[in-house]
């Protein structure tokens, strides 16, 4: 009831009917709200401080992307108004978008791989000058190679990562032409609750409070880690198609950001002690494990895949059944053996990889065969 009254404080003369709490985030409040015509909203105030940080950082998000609105294929939130609760913390009332969080497991490609692919090509494709003024942190390849290879080393401290997944995280993060992108606005939290569908399209995105200038790959990592493979494959031709200027080791980037997501939840679940949890990161990790010994992972360095620009090229001469036959065709991958990995044995290696951004048309197209497609 607090809650209500706050968002009827934060936008005067809207009469709300129904209410529902949501306790999805420990960090800040949320209340959803319906109106007397129907019309839906969210009120959300910080419940910590780490909460007051990610909600102020959320409101400004929003109302920078919605300056960009008319260029997006999908929905963005809308700050309503404001206001402060009796110990001064500040709630923000925004529009509750419409549509349902998406199944990855019952989403084959199709319509929905087309429209995710499509809607993330256009949010890439925004000019990162349009956002400079909502101070968002900006990540280049060595911050991210950075990032990346100490988490690797954390996790190799754990003792509870098989070998040989450390091993072939270690040799994509040794292959610094994985690493070459140009950096992109990116949402950096999608999830099933991010995504808003309806039917098999792709009609809004949510949680902005994680937007950042960096690798638009690691927009992807939810579908590849979530969605079937044919799927993901999908949606990777479908955004290559629509946006051209994409670095042709993108979706090994994607993979391997999912991949290592596995490890981060690890040390996320060793750091709050719940034993239940590490071991279900644990089984995470060794079905992984699993999976890479039987072959069915796709290596991940940046020659194993052939250049999206020529897979993007086939789309509209291909059926469906070309096209799924060419998605599925698997490569066989090799079990490397597993040696320490440290960030300065690495960062020897890519000092200086910035001085080096390839421009967009810098990817050779080159010919080749559908059947031949990953």
Known sequence: MILAALAADA???????????????PDVETLRLWSADGQSYEFKIPANSAGISELATEQMVV???????????????????QTR????????????????????SRLGPGAFSKSFGEALAALHSLPVEAIADAGLPQYDSAAILHQKVSELDRMAATGKVPAALLSRWEQALEDIGLFRFHAT??????????????????VGLTNWNALSIG???????????????????????HYRAARPSADENFAQRAMLYSELELGTWLL???????????????????????????????????????????????????????????????????????????????????????????????????????????
């Open 215 to 237: 690798d638009p790959a690691e927009d992807f990592r939810w579908l590849s880690g979530g969605a079937l493979p044919s799927t993901f494959e999908d949606a990777m031709l």
């Open 63 to 81: 109302q920078s992307m919605r300056r960009l609105a008319s260029r997006l294929p999908f929905e963005i939130p809308e700050v309503l108004g």
């Open 85 to 104: 609760d009796s110990d001064g913390s500040t709630g923000v009332l925004f529009t509750l978008l419409e549509g349902s969080s998406p199944d990855l």
């Open 268 to 374: 996320h679940c060793l750091a709050v002690g719940d034993v239940e949890q590490i071991k279900q990161a644990e089984e995470l990790l060794a079905e992984l494990k699993d999976n890479l010994e039987a072959g069915n992972l796709k290596d991940l360095t940046a020659t194993s895949f052939v250049g999206l620009t020529a897979a993007a090229a086939i789309i509209p001469a291909a059926t469906p059944t070309q096209e799924l036959a060419a998605i599925e065709t698997e490569e066989e991958s090799q079990q490397p053996q597993f040696e320490e990995v440290t960030a300065a044995s690495i960062f020897d290696e890519v000092e200086g990889i910035d001085a080096e951004e390839s421009s967009d048309g810098e990817n050779e197209i080159k010919e080749t065969n559908p059947d031949e497609l990953f």
């Open 185 to 202: 606005i990116t949402h950096g939290g999608l999830s099933s609750e991010a995504v808003l569908i309806n039917g098999q399209q792709v």
């Open 11 to 25: 936008s005067p003369g809207k009469n709300f009917r129904h209410y529902l709490k949501v306790d999805s985030n």
